[in-house]
Each structure stands twice: as C-alpha cells, then as structure tokens.
C-alpha cells in the first residue's frame, strides 16, 4: 500500500497556507482508509470545523495509493440532490450520452479505476446518498471520502467526527515556547502575524491568545476570524470582546449544536464591527451563489439605491475582515467569494432584514442581461471568453432560473432560459437543460402566446432534439413557429431559429423537401432582421438539403455563402459548411476537392475546440479515403471520429462512423463483422429516428450488398440480427477494437500490420477480441493510453505552443501543464517535444504547420 510509485494524476487544489494542528486525524484518517474493508469514510462535525481543509490534507497524504488519481467534487453551490449525478460527472469527465441514465454512464466508467472520490460538503444534499452506494457497489477499488454535517447513513460507512483543534489546558498553561505544541494555538498565530506582521506572542499575551482559542472551541474558521483582527486589536482587547459578544448570544436556539452556537457568536462579532453599510452589502452579497464579480456586486447589492458607501471600498473591507474571499478568475478580473458558513450566517441576516425577496429579484435581474448579453457572443468570436464567463457563473444562472420557478416570473424564466440553450449545448449539458426548459413551460403564466413563449419552446426543442428525441423536438419547435407567425416582428429572430434548427431535424429524418423550404424561410428571415451567423447557418442546412435531394451543382453556392459569412465574422461554425463542401465534392467525383475541404473544416474545428465538427470532419475524411480504396487511412479516420463523439450523444455522427466502418470492414476482409456493424447502425437510426437521404442511401446499399455477396443468406441474417441486437456501446467497442475476424476464403485484401499500426499500438495482437474493450480502453489503445486533456495538450504542443502559452489556452497552471507532458513522455516512451507534435500529426490531432519551431522546455 505504502510502496514508492510516481504520483497519479489528481484534481486538488493547492492551499495558500499550510494545514496545522491536524497531524494526528491524518493519521487517523488514513489508516482508516487504508483498511481493505473500509471504502466510505465521511468526516463530520460542524460548521467551521475545518472538514475541507483536513480532506484535502488527507488526499495528499494517500494520492500515491490510487493508481486513477483522486478527484475532488465541489458539492457546496448545490441545494437540489438531483443535481449531485451531474456535478459527479462533470468533475470526473464523463460525459452525457443521449439518453442512456447518467448514474449507469458513471458506473462503467469508475468500474474499473482505482480512485478516491471527495465529496465536500454533502450536508444540503444527504437525500442524494444512495447515489454514493450505487457508485460503490459498481466500482470494488473505489473509495469515498466525504465531508459533511451529518452521517449519510449508508452500510459501509465510516464516520470520524473532527475534532477541534488541540487546546491547552487555562487552569495549568505551559510557558509560550511550549504553547505552540497546541494546533489552536499554532493556527491563531500563524493567521495573526499574516495580518499583521509585527505579531508575536508573548509573556504578556500568551494567556489572552490561549483563552480566545478556548472561547471560540478551537474552531479553525472561528479562530481565523479572531485573529484576523489583531491588526486592530491586542489579544487582551479582542478576547474582552469576545468574552461579551458570547455572552449575549448564549441564548439563541437551543436545538442548535453548541459548537455551531458559538461559531455563529465569532461571526455575529465580526459582522457587528462592521458600519450599518457594510452589513447590508455583506448581508446581500449572500444573495450569490459560488461567489460574484466587482460589476454583479455593484449591480445587485445597490439597486435599492440605499448604500451611502463606495462598493469598492466596501467590499476591501469585508476581505480584509475575512468575511469575503477574493480570487482571482481566468480572465483576471477579480471575484468575491464567502466560506459557506459564513454565507449561512449573512443569509439569515438577509432574512431577518426583510430584503431577501428583493435582492433575488435583482439577482435574477442582472443574471437574464447577463445571459442575455451572452447569447449572441457565444455563437461568435468570442465563444471561449463568453463560455468561460458563463460556466463560472453557473450556479448563479441556477439560482435565477428557480427564483423563477419560485416566484412564478415566467416570463424572465422563459426569456432566461432561451439565452442559456447555446452555453447548455456546448458544455454538453444538454438534460440539465432540457429538464429547466420543461419546468419553466410548466409553471403558471406561461400559456399565453407571446414572443417569451416562443423562446421558451425554441430553448425545450433544441435541448430536445440534441438529445435524440425528434419526435418531441419537432412538435414543441412547430409551436415555436406557429407562435412566431403569430406574434410578428417581436419574435421574427426566434422564429428564423426555429425554423432553422426544424431544418436540421428534417434534415435528419430524410425529409429533404421540408428542410428545404423551412431553410429557405429561414434564410429570407435571417436577412431581413441583418443577422449574419443565422444566415449562414440555414444557408447551410438549404444547401445540405438542395445536396442530398440531388443537386450537388445548385448547392455549392448556397454553401460557399455561409462559409463565407462565417469567415467574415463566425468562425466557430465555418466547419459546418467546409464538410458540407466535401460532401459536395465527393458526389461530384473531386475527391482531391473533398480532400481540401474537409481538411480545412478539421483545422477550423480544432482551432474553435468544437468536438462535433472535429468529428464530422474525421468522418467525411474517412468517407474521402475510402472513395479512393484507401481502407486502412479510412478506418483510422472513422475511429478517430467515433472515439471523440461517441460519449456526446450524437447520434448522427456515431451512426456515420459506425457504417463507415462496417464498410471499411467489409473491404478489409471481415464481411461477417461488417454484416455486425450495419446491423447495429440500422438499429440506431430506428430507435433516433434518423433516416438516409436518397443518395447516401444508395451507398448504403451497395455496401451491403457488397456483404451479401460475400456470405451465405443465413450467416448474413444472423450477423445482421446480432447487431441489431447489440447495445450501441458495445457496437461502438467492436467498431473501436482491433478485429479477430480474419478473412476466410474471399478475395478481400488482409489487414497487414502497417495498415492497423496507425490504430492500435504496436505489437497489439490481431487476434484480440473486440468485445473485450470497452470503448474508454478502445480509445485508450487509439491513443497511447492518453486521456482527453493529455491529448488536446498533445495537440497544442504540435502548434509550437510554450507551456505558459498551453496553460493561458487551458486554464490551468504551468505546474499542471508540466505534469501533462511528464504523463505523455511516459505513457509514449518519448523524451522530446518534437516527438510528441510529430505524434500528434501523425494520429490525426494536429495538422503539421509549416515555419512552427517545437522548443524543447525544463518539466
């Protein structure tokens, strides 16, 4: 357990002050963990007590002893359980995956780590617990570390009350030297000389520090407070006031926790030193959820017009009385954040003012411009920067929307929720979405057909419909529509999206006729209210559907049009009709043609970090190569595809990559698995309701007949039932794996080691049976073992990016950048940078750039 290994990758933050006074519970702590039974171990205690810190001191300790690393899950902004799964997810990387429950998502993907889970702060989420011991019954080398108020009550669990910190005895006190034996003792000084550097204890003082920690229980936050005053205050004034302000709190509510009824007096003490408007902004500022910018501070906290004071300077000395937080977020501005405890406190004070429904509504009202600002932004040039800015602020935007809910203001639900349908689809939260679009249309008020209404639909059918329901999209995006032709000018751009996003999913279900007269109205409207990005985006859907009805020349300038309008001002959706393009190209013979296209479309989509259309643009490369008969490269190509897309749900791509390979199969000497594949792909396009246009379907076809020619009728039906009996992932894991089905017999090319070692990793048998990979492992094997961030940091590398520079694109520290490239080096037995771009070109993840120097760096 204790044996000396390099430290897997983990997801902890990195404390600015050391932990202290705590070494003998992480000791406790992790032989508890360290006990094979033991795999749920939650500390509790109250509020203030330290439970974070003392987790996290506990996860450095053990992180050599979990091989998959540990991850940290914030629990803390939440307040709805059934957000808990997600949240879950969303730290650990796993993402959604159409339709399939979430929890079973999770389950494949801890079944086999090796990895500590920290759940910090589960108190306001208990109800969520059996979710804990789900994961725990599928994953047998994981364990869980939680920090909360209350036991979570589950088998298995082991529970270790934090104490607070050591304190020295009043009655019996040892000489100063000796004092700081005493963790409580320890942490005051330390906080007392930070702020103020001139502290130290004393003869004189020794006993008024000792007694203050003693009033305060040993408490860490409480102490941190106390001691943030000594700039202020000598020990013996602050513990005078202490001693008084205790008193006069003892007799608040006596089903509280002791503890907690001091923490709160330690707090209400600070809060009291504050002016009359300085606690009206500290109190309000508890209105945030995950903390706030300077400008929503501003916003919210002085709408009431009542605050005589610079906000500014307000707000310095709430931080420099410890009862605010300032970080410093990715695109330098400054945020103002509360420890949780603290926030409870300022709520109840908010509470007890009568201010609390209006500083939500003010709230609300700063979050729907806010979001509302963003909607058009994130489509465009500045997508990162106003993603970024909206992920940040994402519990906020969650506590608008239920205010919503709450206060029954659905028209501001309905108009905020349409502003989020862009930021939900490209951080692929899609249900969570979906889920506030339903419960904004479900309240009181929101019958009336009015331009919000119209939104509101528009924000439930595209949520729906990227989730592969189009039966449901289609008929809450006809509302939209109808509701749209109703209301006139007011609703004419949210009319235009409906009809173009109704395009796409006519497009999908191979109804071509409609997707083109729904773009063509949706262009006509998209020029007349000036909007560019809408132009060319039902521009495109005009010419896909112009395409597949079988007009490749009369699509081309449709498509060239909305490239060209995407040049000149969006880049993040070119991509689009550079496939499209190829598309074009391919039907008309150009291969050379479609080439270009699509390896341009790939180069816009990795500069924009859209995995949809990287994909779609590996896809039709592959559909490229295998029009020449170069089967291998179409094959690496579709499972390149397919391993980046497969965990997004998008359903049309997956079924395009998977009957690429059925097809590549088929020209590789496995018709059998071919028959498997093209099997498993018409069972998809029946449960999604996607459908083949008339060309692609010929195609289809003629491959299938190619198998059929090549097998007898009952090995081919039999095939063909297996696979449309499999579970898509195992259809995704046999298409990713290595095949074990050698040609017999036929005059197919055989697969020779050079063609599939751009696939799998050398001297991996051929022989290896696909349905012993999972698709994780499938990609894994594609990629060296490289995970996802591993991989875009890969790609960087290749673009002759510097560490800072990769960790200025991430968001990361250089530190984090660094461990990147030592796990790359290691896993692919490089040693160089230049290795790893040459690498990342060849796999198909960076496009080799003329001029770029690849400078090697210290790690």
């Not at 310095?316 to 410890?322: I, P, R």
């Not at 300022?346 to 009568?354: D, H, K, Q």
């Not at 081919?716 to 499999?726: D, I, L, P, S, T």
């Amino acid at each position: 357990m204790h044996e000396i290994r390099s430290l897997p990758q983990s997801r902890l933050p990195a404390p600015l002050t050391p932990l202290v006074g705590r070494e003998q519970e992480i000791a406790a702590v992790c032989a508890l963990l360290w006990r094979p039974e033991v795999r749920l171990v939650t500390l509790t205690g109250t509020g203030g007590v330290g439970k974070t810190r003392l987790a996290l001191g506990v996860a450095a300790a053990v992180n050599a002893d979990f091989a998959d690393g540990i991850c940290l899950v914030a629990l803390a902004p939440l307040i709805d359980p059934g957000l808990v799964l997600s949240t879950i997810a969303q730290a650990l990387g796993v993402q959604e995956q159409g339709s399939r429950p979430l929890l079973e998502g999770l389950q494949d993907h801890l079944r086999e780590k090796q990895l500590l889970l920290l759940l910090d702060n589960f108190e306001q989420v208990v109800s969520a617990a059996p979710v804990v011991a789900e994961l725990l019954v599928a994953a047998p080398r994981l364990r869980v570390l939680v920090t909360s108020r209350t036991s979570l009550h589950l088998s298995g669990e082991h529970e270790f009350v934090v104490p607070p910190l050591a304190l020295p005895d009043l009655r019996n006190l040892p000489p100063p030297d000796r004092l700081l034996q005493y963790g409580a003792i320890r942490l005051f000084v330390a906080r007392a000389q930070a702020a103020h550097s001139a502290f130290v204890m004393t003869g004189e003082n020794a006993t008024a520090i000792a007694a203050i920690c003693q009033q305060v229980d040993g408490l860490p936050l409480a102490i941190e407070l106390a001691a943030g005053r000594s700039k202020l205050f000598a020990p013996q004034a602050l513990l005078s006031r202490l001693r008084n302000r205790l008193t006069l709190l003892v007799g608040g509510a006596q089903d509280l926790p002791l503890r907690q009824q001091t923490l709160r007096g330690t707090i209400a003490w600070s809060y009291d030193l504050l002016g009359q408007d300085e606690k009206a902004l500290f109190r309000r500022l508890a209105v945030f959820v995950g903390g706030c910018t300077i400008e929503a501070a501003e916003a919210v906290c002085t709408a009431q017009g009542d605050l005589l004071i610079d906000v500014l300077e307000a707000v310095a000395a709430l931080v420099d009385k410890s009862l605010l937080r300032q970080e410093t977020q990715a695109d330098g501005q400054p945020r103002l954040l509360m420890l949780e405890t603290i926030r409870e406190y300022a709520l109840e004070r908010l509470a007890a003012s009568g201010e609390a429904e209006a500083v939500r509504r003010q709230h609300a009202i700063f979050f729907l411009r806010f979001s509302e600002e963003a909607e058009p932004k994130i489509r465009g040039a500045e997508h990162f920067l106003w993603r970024t800015r909206l992920e940040v602020e994402h519990d906020n935007l969650r506590a608008a929307l239920r205010w919503t809910l709450e206060s029954q203001e659905a028209e501001m639900g309905m108009r905020l929720a349409f502003s989020l349908v862009a930021f939900w689809r490209a951080s692929n939260q899609d249900r969570e979405g979906r889920n506030w679009c339903e419960q904004v249309l479900a309240q009181p008020g929101t019958s009336a057909r009015t331009a919000a209404r119209a939104m509101a639909l528009l924000a439930a059918g595209a949520m729906t419909m990227f989730q592969g329901d189009l039966p449901q999209a289609q008929l809450l995006l006809e509302e939209s529509i109808a509701i749209g032709r109703e209301v006139g000018r007011a609703a004419k751009r949210t009319l235009a999206l409906a009809l173009a996003l109704l395009a796409y999913g006519a497009l999908l279900q191979g109804n071509l006729g409609a997707a083109r007269e729904l773009a063509e109205e949706g262009v006509r409207l998209f020029r007349e209210v000036g909007e560019a990005w809408g132009t060319a985006l039902a521009l495109n859907h005009l010419g896909r559907a112009t395409l597949e009805l079988g007009d490749p020349v009369a699509a081309r300038p449709l498509l060239e049009e909305s490239a060209a309008l995407f040049r000149a001002g969006n880049m993040q959706r070119l991509a689009m009709p550079l496939n499209t393009l190829g598309r074009v190209a391919l039907r008309q013979g150009d291969d050379t043609g479609a080439r270009a296209y699509c390896e341009e479309a790939l180069a816009v989509a990795r500069a924009t970090g859209d995995e949809l259309f990287i994909a779609e643009a590996l896809a039709q490369l592959g559909t490229a190569a295998l029009h020449v008969g170069d089967s291998g490269q179409a094959t690496a190509l579709y499972q390149q595809s397919l391993t980046l897309i497969w965990t997004r749900g998008y359903r049309e791509c997956i079924a395009e990559d998977l009957a690429g390979l059925a097809a590549t199969a088929s020209l590789l000497g496995q018709p059998e698995r071919a028959a498997r594949l093209f099997g498993a792909v018409e069972a998809l396009r029946e449960v999604s309701g996607i459908r083949l246009s008339p060309l692609p379907r010929a195609d289809y076809d003629r491959a299938v007949e190619g198998i059929r020619a090549h097998l007898d009728e009952a090995t081919f039906a039999q095939a063909w039932e297996k696979g449309r009996a499999m579970p898509l992932e195992q259809a995704i894991a046999e298409a990713l794996a290595t095949p074990d089905e050698p040609p017999t017999g036929t005059k197919f090319p055989q697969v020779n080691e050079e063609e599939t070692s751009s696939v799998v990793p050398p001297g991996t048998p051929l022989s290896q049976s696909p349905r012993a990979l999972s698709p994780r492992r499938a990609l894994k094997q594609h990629f060296g073992g490289l995970t996802s961030r591993e991989r875009e940091v890969a790609c960087l590398v290749a673009q002759g990016k510097s560490n800072r520079a990769i960790a200025d694109e991430l968001v990361v520290g250089v530190s984090t950048v660094e461990a990147h490239i030592t796990h790359i080096f290691t896993k692919l037995g490089f040693s160089s940078r230049a290795q790893i771009a040459a690498w990342a070109v060849d796999k198909g993840l960076a496009q080799a750039l003329q001029g770029v120097e690849i400078t090697e760096q210290e790690h």
